[in-house]
């Protein structure tokens, strides 16, 4: 049976999202439904919340899971009244935090994802602009302003992670598939051979591969297994041969193929995440 997870915010509920889940992902054995709820700014507002809650609690019979992080006492003390398990991440980190450091919080709401740092904010607008313009190697021109080129076959996962890179890190990301042509001559392309330094490999299980593809493009040769099998054995052989370093993205998150992608090459972040 699913366990009911909600994350109550008086702001976007990115936080209670992001701690939230990072939490749950270590019980990967439990299958969870995860409700968010943000802007919870009066009593009122609360007051819903918890009868929704409740009624989870009655119809299934086990305790919600509550992440919050609503920054008023009153308002945040309604919420705990709820028969939700409630995990509360200003009393449980906040408060320890300014006794340790014998100083108030600011408890401003929605502090953590407000514009309090323009230049940093320009330079995650600038980031995710050139991923865009140099998304599946539309644009190549542009290469030497990037601070990584990923390659890989179509489905493998450049899109989703150059976008992170630039919008979590600040890293200007292009990404180039891989097309049959070039996993039939074995060789890196002409366009990408002076940017080598800068190149990245991303593969995946072929049979991943092939399910990814059958969404997109079913009953094709694009998503048979034997293609995406060939399509992948071609693109290892090409990473081995030219020495591009490169990871298997089958079973990891887009939030940790982008932490391995910058621990390994060694690219320093422009945005602390």
């Known amino acids: 049976m699913k366990r009911v997870t909600f994350f109550v915010s008086d702001g976007t509920g990115l936080t209670a999202e992001a701690l939230g889940r990072s939490l749950l992902s270590q019980f990967g054995h439990i299958d969870f439904e995860q409700i968010t709820i943000p802007y919870i700014n009066t009593k009122e507002d609360a ?4 009868k929704r809650i409740n009624k989870v609690a009655e119809e299934s019979g086990l305790r919600p899971i509550v992440f919050n992080t609503i920054v008023n006492e009153e308002v945040r003390e309604v919420v705990t009244q709820c028969k939700g398990f409630t995990v509360d991440i200003f009393d449980t980190f906040i408060k320890p935090l300014e006794k340790e450091f014998n100083a108030d919080s600011s408890y401003s709401v929605g502090k953590s994802h407000a514009i309090t740092d323009h230049s940093v904010y320009n330079v995650r607008l600038s980031a995710i602009d050139f991923a865009l313009d140099n998304d ?12 990584i080129i990923l390659i890989g076959v179509s489905r493998s996962g450049k899109t989703p992670t150059s976008l992170y890179l630039a919008l979590q890190f600040g890293i200007r990301a292009a990404n180039y598939p ?11 392309p002409r366009v990408l051979k002076e940017y080598k330094n800068k190149l990245f490999g991303l593969t995946i299980d072929s049979a991943r591969l092939a399910s990814i593809r059958t969404e997109r493009m079913s009953n094709s040769r694009y998503a048979s297994f034997s ?7 071609g693109a290892e ?4 041969k030219e020495r591009v370093p490169y990871l298997n993205t089958t079973d990891i998150s887009i939030e940790e193929i982008s932490t391995r992608i910058l621990a390994t090459s060694g690219i320093e972040r422009r945005l602390q995440s």
């Open 237 to 240: 052989a090409i990473f081995n």
């Open 47 to 50: 007051r819903t919340v918890v």
């Open 136 to 147: 599946d190697g539309a644009r190549t021109r542009h290469y030497d302003k990037a601070d």
């Open 178 to 188: 891989l097309t049959e042509d070039d996993l039939d001559e074995n060789h890196l």
């Open 227 to 233: 293609q995406c099998e060939a399509e992948v054995r």
